[in-house]
T-cell receptor, first 108, second 119 residues
Framework: GIQVEQSPPDLILQEGANSTLRCNFS?????LQWFHQNPWGQLINLFY???GTKQNGRLSATTVATERYSLLYISSSQTTDSGVYFC??????????FGAGTTVTVRA | GAVVSQHPSRVICKSGTSVKIECRSL??????MFWYRQFPKKSLMLMAT?????????EQGVEKDKFLINHASLTLSTLTVTSAHPEDSSFYIC???????????????FGQGTRLTVV
């Protein structure tokens, strides 16, 4: 099956700092999504980004499909950004394969 | 975005009993639903895929007699953990998609998840 690797596994930030999360995948994919899992377990859709660049407020994402990676940028981080960020790639059968996640802790 | 509602959010049950978890799509018709399991501090693992009106297909290593999935309508799928044991304790989360038609979803949306504890 397809392999999805996220880095770093853990990230500790001071409030206001910027950061970049990376997602590498081993094969071509139909789609890619970024999620934020809050402390209660809810998966929040951040980006649907099979290719190109998107921005939503302080978050932005870039996927370079030909090189099989995606980046999630967090700017001016806030304590509410804490949680686990997952990258998931969609195969031809619409099934999502998740990476192991990046746990982000933002300190005030 | 599309709304997916999962119920209950948490449940505690005695070993040997069965537990049913519901997943509903509130504002779209879910032709396909996916059930995932997540262990503490781990990633999400796909358990099974169900299409409305058809039998679910299970991923390798998932016991279909243990985890019964029903997708009887375009807005509701259920996961029943039968004869639950402590090792079934986990976080279960569903995803619903409309994969056909003009309103087909381009992305996956998830329910709130269910934390199951078997004592």
């Amino acid at each position: 099956g397809i392999q999805v690797e996220q880095s770093p596994p853990d990230l500790i930030l001071q409030e206001g700092a910027n950061s970049t999360l990376r997602c590498n995948f081993s094969d071509s994919v139909n789609n890619l999504q970024w999620f934020h899992q809050n402390p209660w377990g809810q998966l929040i859709n951040l980006f649907y980004i099979p290719s190109g660049t998107k921005q939503n407020g302080r978050l932005s994402a870039t996927t370079v499909a030909t090189e099989r990676y995606s980046l999630l940028y967090i700017s001016s981080s806030q304590t509410t950004d804490s949680g686990v960020y997952f990258c998931a790639v969609e195969r031809r059968d619409y099934k999502l394969s998740f990476g192991a996640g990046t746990t982000v802790t933002v300190r005030a | 975005g599309a709304v997916v509602s999962q119920h209950p959010s948490r449940v505690i049950c005695k070993s040997g009993t069965s537990v049913k978890i519901e997943c509903r799509s509130l504002d779209f018709q879910a032709t396909t639903m996916f059930w995932y399991r997540q262990f503490p501090k781990k990633s999400l693992m796909l358990m099974a895929t169900s299409n409305e009106g058809s039998k679910a297909t299970y991923e390798q290593g998932v016991e279909k007699d243990k985890f019964l999935i029903n997708h009887a309508s375009l807005t509701l799928s259920t996961l029943t953990v039968t004869s639950a044991h402590p090792e079934d304790s986990s976080f279960y989360i569903c995803s619903a998609r409309q994969l056909t038609g003009e309103d087909a979803n381009t992305e996956a949306f998830f329910g709130q998840g269910t934390r199951l504890t078997v004592v």
